[in-house]
């Protein structure tokens, strides 16, 4: 069963897109970590570079970014990421960290969900998921202080990360 696209914003280190993404049986989770899927394609949507984001936007219908230049995807609900046992990768009780994440020229302040304490490395390096979930999330380009949004979810690209910090 397939569920209704999900209206997400993904950003890249030079630009701003929203649009609609088929989130498939098992949530945009499963989707954006499909080890099998390089590409993330976007439907209906709008592309502003960061500079310009809330300038007048360029119209598509259809584009394809690369997973891995996707720095983050943010979300209008935490539903819009899945179901929370895939989310979470099983039935955990999971311990909530608000965190501080550095990402080329990016600023992400949010709600991390690890299984007990915080270990950067184990979060960072271990596991086969290339995206983790930030809640209750806030994304200011550095340079472009117009370029903000707030969002209840996203997804954020670990590959991508420079620094992290607990607050």
Request: net charge positive.
């Amino acid at each position: 069963m397939l569920k209704q696209p999900v209206q997400v914003q993904i950003i890249t280190k030079t630009h701003w897109i929203r649009g609609k993404v088929a989130g498939g049986a098992q949530g945009l989770f499963s989707q954006m970590n499909l080890p099998t899927e390089s590409s993330v394609e976007i439907e209906s949507g709008e592309i502003s570079a960061l500079h310009r984001v809330n300038q007048s936007a360029e119209q598509f219908s259809k584009m394809w970014f690369v997973k891995r230049e996707v720095l983050a995807v943010l979300v209008d609900s935490r539903a819009g990421l899945g179901p929370s046992h895939v989310v979470r990768a099983g039935y955990t009780k999971p311990f909530p960290h608000r965190v501080r994440i550095v990402m080329e020229g990016f600023e992400l302040i949010g709600e991390i969900q690890t299984g007990g304490r915080f270990d950067f490395g184990a979060f960072i390096f271990e596991g086969e998921s290339i995206f983790l979930p930030l809640y209750d999330a806030r994304v200011q380009a550095i340079l472009f202080p117009s370029a903000f949004a707030e969002a209840p979810a996203m997804l954020f690209n670990r590959k991508r990360v420079e620094g992290l910090s607990l607050l």
